[in-house]
T-cell receptor
Framework: AQKVTQAQTEISVVEKEDVTLDCVYE???????LFWYKQPPSGELVFLIR??????QNEISGRYSWNFQKSTSSFNFTITASQVVDSAVYFC????????FGAGTRLFVKA | KAGVTQTPRYLIKTRGQQVTLSCSPI?????VSWYQQTPGQGLQFLFE???????NKGNFPGRFSGRQFSNSRSEMNVSTLELGDSALYLC?????????????FGQGTRLTVV
């Protein structure tokens, strides 16, 4: 069975703080894909990153970085120097045969 | 280019009625997926279509159905609505079924069943 766990329901930080959103997954598939999406108040999910199971290279994109560790089945997301505009719900997702989303982490960034 | 368009954006229906939601994917995208988002259950996969064929289905009752047309536009239908069907229904389109493609989401249709 597939499962995605985002243990942090809500996180509140002050602007310019760094914040890490955790994602732990379970799957028996050998080939799978991991995603992070951002859902602002407007409702649509915005794609942030995709990783396949064979690519454990970490990635940095501006203030965003992702740490994929297959050994611990984790795909964590860090925002450096957070900004108010980062306030949103962030979802981690796993796609093997089907796509499974985590419950999401609501991030509040206060000015 | 235009993004994924979902219509209507908001809908209020009565228990027992049926409803049809529409999704127009990005031009050139042949895969359309549907998701239900509720505060209690989160984001749940409903089904995925590619080239007019349902390729994948989530764990929803038969009251939930969908289809895809030759122009890749997709509709989903919910019959005999229940209060628990109140949710945000999101549609996503991508170029292919495989996971190694980015999915673009619409703004969703918010369905309220009263």
């Amino acid at each position: 069975a597939q499962k995605v766990t985002q243990a942090q329901t809500e996180i509140s930080v002050v602007e310019k703080e760094d914040v890490t959103l955790d994602c732990v997954y379970e799957t028996r598939d050998t080939t799978y894909y991991l995603f992070w999406y951002k859902q602002p108040p407007s409702g649509e999910l915005v794609f942030l990153i995709r990783r396949n199971s064979f690519d454990e290279q970490n990635e940095i994109s501006g203030r965003y970085s992702w740490n994929f560790q297959k050994s611990t089945s984790s795909f964590n997301f860090t925002i450096t120097a957070s900004q108010v505009v980062d306030s949103a719900v962030y979802f981690c997702a796993l796609k093997g045969f089907k796509t499974i989303f985590g419950a999401g982490t609501r991030l509040f960034v206060k000015a | 280019k235009a993004g994924v368009t979902q219509t209507p954006r908001y809908l209020i229906k009565t228990r027992g009625q049926q409803v049809t939601l529409s999704c127009s994917p990005i031009s050139g995208h042949r895969s359309v997926s549907w998701y239900q988002q509720t505060p209690g259950q989160g984001l749940q996969f409903l089904f995925e279509y590619f080239s007019e064929t349902q390729r994948n289905k989530g764990n929803f009752p038969g009251r939930f159905s969908g289809r895809q047309f030759s122009n890749s536009r997709s509709e989903m239908n919910v019959s005999t609505l229940e209060l628990g069907d109140s949710a945000l229904y999101l549609c996503a389109s991508s170029t292919a079924l495989e996971g190694n493609t980015e999915a673009f989401f619409g703004q969703g249709t918010r369905l309220t069943v009263v």
